[in-house]
């Protein structure tokens, strides 16, 4: 079984640039997310999509990054106009299901953005 | 809302001897609870998690965890290491019921030594 598939693995940027990043979950998994993960802290939950639709965008900064599902399946998060603090790890991840027995989240290998 | 605490941000260990990361959690609810591993430039891989039944949860390479809900507590144990285990460990939770949101700790980094 094909794994969650991320890219690019890496990415530079000045700030006040634009970046996209891509994920293509593991197939039949209904529910995406996107995690943002800081050096030295622990992933943080920014968009939640259950097939097309957004569950949870709460810790999304709406004033510049932006997410989409197209037909369910692969996701795009975009940054626009980057910020220095934008620099991390952004994780895509899928399951089956958002809740219950089956909740067992799959992670991407990550695209590290450097913001300069 | 849930958090959770990991005190530890590095622990140090030589190969073959016990280890244990500590994981501390908050919440008004009952929780779902996990860990999960990140290897170097990878993702998260899911260790072990507790959902309900027996507090000893056992999960793979050799790694359990104990529930303590008095202490609010989910430490992460290994009886012997191997180098192959250096990596970041996380601590999640997530509440059992309605809307379920993975809050992670900010991770233990296992560093096993020859």
């Known amino acids: 079984e094909a794994g969650v598939a991320q890219s690019p693995r890496y990415k530079i940027i000045e700030k006040r640039q634009s970046v996209a990043f891509w994920c293509n979950p593991i197939?039949?998994?209904?529910?995406l997310y996107w995690y943002q993960q800081i050096l030295g802290q622990g992933p943080k939950l920014l968009i939640q999509?259950?097939?097309?639709?957004?569950?949870?965008d709460s810790q999304l900064p709406k004033d510049r990054f932006s997410a989409e599902r197209l037909k369910g399946v692969d996701s795009t998060l975009k940054i626009q106009p980057a910020k220095l603090e934008d620099s991390a790890v952004y994780l895509c991840?899928?399951?089956?299901?958002?809740?219950?027995?089956?909740?067992?989240?799959?992670f991407g290998p990550g695209t590290r953005l450097t913001v300069t | 809302a849930q958090s959770v605490t990991q005190l530890d941000s590095q622990v140090p260990v030589f190969e073959e001897a016990p280890v244990e990361l500590r994981c501390n959690y908050s919440?008004?609810?009952?929780?779902?609870l996990f860990w999960y591993v990140q290897y170097p430039n990878q993702g998260l891989q899911l260790l072990l998690k507790?959902?309900?039944?027996?507090?000893l949860v056992k999960g793979i390479n050799g790694f359990e965890a104990e529930f303590n809900k008095s202490q609010t507590s989910f430490h992460l144990r290994k009886p012997s290491v191997h180098i192959s285990d250096t990596a970041e460990y996380f601590c999640?939770?997530?509440?059992?019921?309605?809307?379920?949101?993975?809050?992670f700790g900010t991770g233990t980094r296992l560093l096993v030594s020859p």
């Open positions: 991840a899928s399951s089956l299901l958002p809740s219950g027995l089956l909740y067992e989240q799959y």
């Open positions: 197939s039949g998994h209904a529910t």
């Open positions: 999509f259950q097939n097309n639709g957004v569950v949870d």
């Open positions: 919440s008004s609810v009952s929780v779902y």
């Open positions: 507790y959902l309900s039944g027996s507090t």
């Open positions: 999640a939770v997530c509440r059992d019921t309605g809307f379920q949101k993975l809050v």
